[in-house]
């Protein structure tokens, strides 16, 4: 069956350090999305990739699609404190998410 | 405020009791996903409904059921609770099904079993 995984699973940065999550898909998806749940909250969502290749940029946040379909990335570029939280990416009409990755932000 | 409304938002019972968790969609969503996350974990998919009908299943257990109304609010019902039972279940709805919309989650029941 398809398996999604996403890594890291943590990851502890110096504030204004970067960071990058990766979704990696054992087969071709026809799209992804990714979603932020902060500490105690619920998922929220970010950003929805459709187009192979595809790249989109949301203030410090840079998504993109892999070429194949089959990865993802979510690159935060100088992170704050408030971008503490668990990204999970989304696939299949399921809505079932990856595993997540906690990101902590030391200030 | 995503417009999903769950409740309980806390619920505390014993090993063997039976809940319900409810869920009501925002307005216009016709499609509701459950998920249960236990501490510090990821999301698993338990059931996602659409229009009043189950359209897909995950790792639901047996002991658990689920049911979307007509008029579109959705219950997740949990039997023979045992203590690894003791997560946060959040409800999701969406326009449509489907990976074109955004899905919208409530804030979670929270259920504790002693």
């Known amino acids: 069956g398809q398996q999604v995984m996403q890594i890291p699973q943590y990851q502890h940065v110096q504030e204004g350090e970067d960071f990058t999550t990766y979704c990696n898909s054992s087969t071709t998806l026809s799209n992804i999305q990714w979603y932020k749940q902060r500490p105690g909250g619920h998922p929220v969502f970010l950003i929805q990739?459709?187009?192979?290749?595809e790249v989109k940029k949301q203030k410090r946040l840079t998504f993109q699609f892999g070429e194949a379909k089959k990865n993802s990335s979510l690159h935060i570029t100088a992170t704050q404190t408030t971008d503490v939280g668990t990204y999970f990416c989304s696939y299949t009409d399921k809505l079932i998410f990856g595993t997540g990755t906690r990101l902590q932000v030391f200030p | 405020d995503s417009g999903v409304t769950q409740t309980p938002k806390h619920l505390i019972t014993a090993t063997g009791q039976r809940v319900t968790l409810r869920c009501s969609p925002r307005s216009g969503d016709l499609s509701v996903y459950w998920y249960q996350q236990s501490l510090d974990q990821g999301l698993q998919f338990l059931i996602q409904y659409y229009n009043g009908e189950e359209r897909a299943k995950g790792n639901i257990l047996e002991r658990f059921s689920a049911q979307q109304f007509p008029d579109l609010h959705s219950e997740l019902n949990l039997s023979s609770l045992e203590l690894g039972d003791s997560a946060l279940y959040f409800c999701?709805?969406?326009?449509?099904?489907?990976?074109?919309?955004?899905?919208?989650f409530g804030q979670g029941t929270r259920l504790t079993v002693v």
């Open positions: 990739l459709v187009k192979s290749g």
């Open positions: 999701a709805s969406s326009v449509e099904p489907g990976m074109n919309t955004e899905a919208f």
